[in-house]
């Protein structure tokens, strides 16, 4: 289990947080079934959801915090796919991943943002800006295949269009999947019923 102030800076916590800190903590499926001591956050962290328990992107607003999960198309190098469960309450942000991504990613927007501005909001809009970072290159060269295949296949060059189509397809049908499903997880965000992010945050 790792812990992180959030505030201009992005940096691990040690010892009891102030009573008015926004902390950030993150750990395993398997951490948080042993219900961890995490002051500020005991009454709520049964609440966030398991990262190896997610098949969906999605947020449910509840009334003293908002949690939800995030299921992304691609894999570890080692093919573990790459999820996350959340739970975010006042000045509190619990992530939960399996796989180390997460806490790689909170290293890296350390040190590319040293000075940042505080608040729940803005830390997760970073971590979801850092989390899609890739994605416009990796759906261009997914266009790329596709037309390759179509001109090979027009010229009479590929007998295995099918095959290949179809994997391809496949692949291109869960990208869509993710981001409408993200899509939908931003609006609940924006409806913003439990108030948690300031008018900034919205926008952003």
Known sequence: MFQYCISSTLTPLE???APDACILTLLTSEELEQ??????????LCHTPASRSAHVCKAESHRNYLCGTIVTPRHTRGQAPITFGYLLAPGRIILCDDTGVAHTMIQRLSREDPQRESGIGSFFYEFLELLIAKDLHH???LEDKLNQLEDAALAGELEDFNPRMTALRKELIGWIRYYTQMDDMICEFQE?????????ELRM
């Open 35 to 44: 219900r961890p001591r995490t002051p500020g956050v005991e009454q709520t």
């Open 192 to 200: 913003n019923e439990n108030e948690y992010f300031s008018e900034h």
């Open 15 to 17: 010892g009891a947080p």
């Open 139 to 141: 759906l261009q060269e």
